[in-house]
């Protein structure tokens, strides 16, 4: 990923964070109950309800239903709708199970049909959890013998991210988590050989709302204008497709495309997140033509890593945008700045706590955790960070990666040593050999200032889940507590002498 610090992002402001909007039925790519236009003003459609029927569609609407799907699936309600396509709610029969209909509108010809055939063929080829699952797929017909599409896809318990955006503010840290989850199905279906051409919050169902400590978790869905390798395109060359306010530079022009692409409209969709406005406003023309001379603005206000990586996400030139791995591997990196930016020790009175033996097991289950094979734990002292508790045979190496996590109070994760470019780095600075896996992650103080850092190592690369990273959290702010307990005992007995 090429060095964004010479961009200059500016304005841009926030609104106070708020909860995420309740669970609520997501529109697998479309507005609800609405035809969305480019510019995101929903123009709303009045479905129109047929009578009972013996197909299972009673009262389902009659103009958009396109063909009728088998009937092992009884539909119940309509989730959303959209120009080509209509989403419904339904039970598999046979499975007994929830599931989501989506029929296709127009009956099978031309470029409709390469479309529909297209998404199909996508679908049927992925398989991971950023991305819907496809469970079932044919042709049905209507009452005129008219013979149309329909995809059945897992049916996901939760919203959109458009709903979540016009809901209220969202915090960094679920716009990180939602990032995370969102960069790792690039890189998956990228790898692939699929570029997905139409990234934008209506496309992105929001699984899980990181309330009650969790955290957020994001699908990718809509892959009915994507490209793979294999399939020829859909639309005419230099023909541009795709949802103007997200379009990347090449698309706007019309030029062939890379996953790069869906890198650009990630960044513009992650910035409106935090700035809840399109980065380029306007009618679809003006939209296009705008990311081609000018960078979008990028609040002054986001902590310096979320300029730097939003720069570098929507780099007029393809080239300069990070590459999937490397997206993956920031939004990581800011997931784990996010949870701890605010884990900082409590003020409430506490009794005094003797530490004997008390860093040791806090080490300990810091590697158990991370089933790694060392563990410390550095207090600032000063200018300098003196190692207090140690486990594990190699655990004298992470004396440097407390000092780096103290002087700079930020968290460090590094999953494969042998690929990231930070341990070569580090390696000729600190003149150590620096482990296949460490995490380093600060410890704060009640107003926030780091007081030390605890740090684990292992020999072989792994990647933490989210029960792991909770876990550590919470071994953080414990150790937190400790310290500022010594530090009122101190206190108190000071004073009584």
């Given at each position: 990923?090429?060095?964004?610090s010479?961009?200059?992002?500016?304005?841009?402001?926030f609104a106070?964070?708020?909860?995420?909007?309740?669970?609520?039925?997501?529109?697998y790519?479309?507005?609800?109950?609405?035809?969305?236009?480019?510019?995101?003003?929903?123009?709303?459609?009045?479905?129109?309800?047929?009578?009972?029927?013996?197909?299972g569609?009673?009262?389902?609407?009659?103009?958009?239903?396109?063909?009728?799907?088998?009937?092992?699936?009884?539909i119940?309600?309509?989730?959303?709708?959209g120009?080509?396509?209509?989403?419904?709610?339904?039970?598999?029969?046979?499975l007994?199970?929830?599931?989501?209909?989506?029929?296709?509108?127009?009956e099978?010809s031309?470029?409709?049909?390469?479309?529909?055939?297209?998404?199909?063929?996508v679908?049927?080829?992925?398989?991971?959890h950023?991305?819907v699952?496809?469970?079932?797929?044919?042709?049905a017909p209507?009452?005129?013998?008219?013979?149309?599409r329909?995809?059945?896809?897992?049916?996901?318990?939760?919203?959109?991210?458009?709903?979540w955006?016009?809901?209220?503010?969202?915090?960094?840290?679920?716009?990180?988590?939602?990032?995370?989850?969102?960069?790792?199905?690039?890189?998956?279906?990228?790898?692939?050989?699929?570029?997905?051409?139409?990234?934008?919050?209506?496309?992105?169902?929001?699984?899980?709302?990181?309330?009650?400590?969790g955290?957020?978790?994001?699908?990718?869905?809509?892959?009915?204008i994507?490209?793979?390798?294999?399939?020829?395109?859909?639309t005419?060359?230099?023909?541009?497709?795709?949802?103007?306010?997200?379009?990347?530079?090449?698309?706007?022009?019309?030029?062939?495309?890379?996953?790069?692409s869906?890198?650009?409209?990630?960044?513009?969709?992650?910035?409106?997140?935090?700035?809840?406005?399109?980065?380029?406003?306007?009618?679809?023309?003006?939209s296009?033509?705008?990311?081609?001379?000018?960078?979008?603005?990028?609040?002054?206000e986001?902590?310096?890593?979320?300029?730097?990586?939003?720069?570098?996400m929507?780099?007029?030139?393809?080239?300069?945008?990070p590459?999937?791995?490397?997206?993956?591997?920031?939004?990581?990196q800011?997931?784990?700045?996010?949870?701890?930016?605010?884990?900082?020790?409590?003020?409430?009175?506490?009794?005094?706590?003797?530490l004997?033996?008390?860093?040791?097991?806090?080490t300990?289950?810091?590697?158990?955790t991370?089933?790694?094979?060392?563990?410390?734990?550095?207090?600032?002292?000063?200018?300098?960070?003196?190692?207090?508790?140690?486990?594990?045979?190699?655990?004298?190496?992470l004396?440097?990666?407390?000092?780096?996590?103290?002087?700079?109070?930020?968290?460090v994760?590094?999953?494969?040593?042998s690929?990231?470019?930070?341990s070569?780095?580090?390696?000729?600075s600190?003149d150590?050999t620096?482990?296949?896996?460490?995490?380093?992650l600060?410890?704060?103080?009640?107003?926030?200032?780091?007081?030390?850092?605890?740090?684990?190592?292992?020999?072989?690369?792994?990647?933490?889940?989210?029960?792991?990273?909770e876990?550590?959290?919470?071994?953080?702010?414990?150790?937190?507590?400790?310290?500022?307990?010594d530090?009122?005992?101190?206190?108190?007995?000071?004073?009584?002498?």
């Amino acid at each position: 990923m090429s060095d964004p610090s010479n961009a200059t992002p500016s304005g841009g402001g926030f609104a106070p964070v708020a909860a995420p909007p309740p669970i609520s039925a997501p529109s697998y790519g479309m507005p609800h109950l609405s035809v969305a236009s480019v510019t995101g003003a929903p123009i709303t459609s009045p479905p129109i309800t047929t009578p009972p029927t013996g197909d299972g569609l009673t009262g389902v609407p009659a103009v958009a239903a396109g063909g009728r799907p088998p009937s092992r699936y009884t539909i119940t309600g309509t989730l959303g709708e959209g120009g080509t396509s209509i989403v419904y709610a339904a039970v598999d029969e046979h499975l007994g199970r929830e599931v989501a209909v989506k029929v296709f509108k127009h009956e099978i010809s031309g470029e409709d049909s390469a479309r529909q055939q297209g998404e199909i063929d996508v679908l049927a080829g992925l398989s991971h959890h950023g991305v819907v699952t496809l469970i079932d797929a044919g042709i049905a017909p209507d009452p005129q013998g008219a013979q149309h599409r329909y995809l059945v896809l897992e049916r996901v318990e939760g919203s959109d991210l458009r709903t979540w955006i016009d809901h209220g503010a969202i915090s960094p840290r679920h716009i990180a988590e939602v990032g995370y989850d969102l960069a790792e199905a690039l890189e998956y279906v990228h790898g692939h050989g699929v570029i997905h051409r139409d990234l934008k919050p209506g496309n992105v169902l929001i699984v899980a709302d990181g309330e009650n400590g969790g955290r957020a978790r994001a699908q990718l869905t809509d892959f009915g204008i994507a490209l793979t390798s294999g399939m020829e395109r859909a639309t005419v060359d230099g023909v541009t497709t795709g949802t103007a306010a997200y379009l990347s530079p090449e698309q706007a022009r019309g030029d062939d495309l890379g996953g790069a692409s869906d890198v650009y409209s990630l960044g513009l969709v992650l910035l409106e997140c935090h700035t809840r406005t399109l980065a380029f406003p306007g009618g679809p023309v003006q939209s296009a033509i705008a990311r081609l001379s000018t960078d979008p603005a990028i609040p002054q206000e986001l902590p310096e890593q979320w300029r730097m990586l939003l720069a570098a996400m929507t780099a007029r030139d393809p080239r300069e945008r990070p590459t999937g791995r490397e997206l993956v591997a920031a939004l990581r990196q800011l997931m784990l700045t996010e949870s701890s930016r605010h884990r900082a020790v409590p003020a409430e009175a506490v009794p005094e706590l003797s530490l004997t033996g008390s860093f040791d097991r806090i080490t300990a289950i810091a590697a158990r955790t991370c089933r790694a094979e060392s563990s410390a734990l550095g207090l600032v002292q000063g200018e300098a960070v003196r190692v207090v508790s140690r486990t594990g045979d190699v655990s004298g190496d992470l004396d440097w990666l407390c000092r780096a996590v103290a002087a700079s109070g930020e968290p460090v994760l590094v999953e494969d040593g042998s690929a990231d470019p930070r341990s070569s780095a580090w390696s000729q600075s600190e003149d150590v050999t620096t482990p296949s896996f460490c995490i380093g992650l600060p410890v704060r103080s009640r107003g926030g200032r780091v007081i030390a850092a605890l740090c684990v190592a292992g020999s072989e690369p792994r990647q933490l889940d989210h029960e792991q990273l909770e876990s550590l959290h919470d071994l953080v702010a414990l150790a937190g507590l400790m310290l500022a307990w010594d530090a009122d005992a101190a206190r108190l007995r000071t004073t009584a002498a």
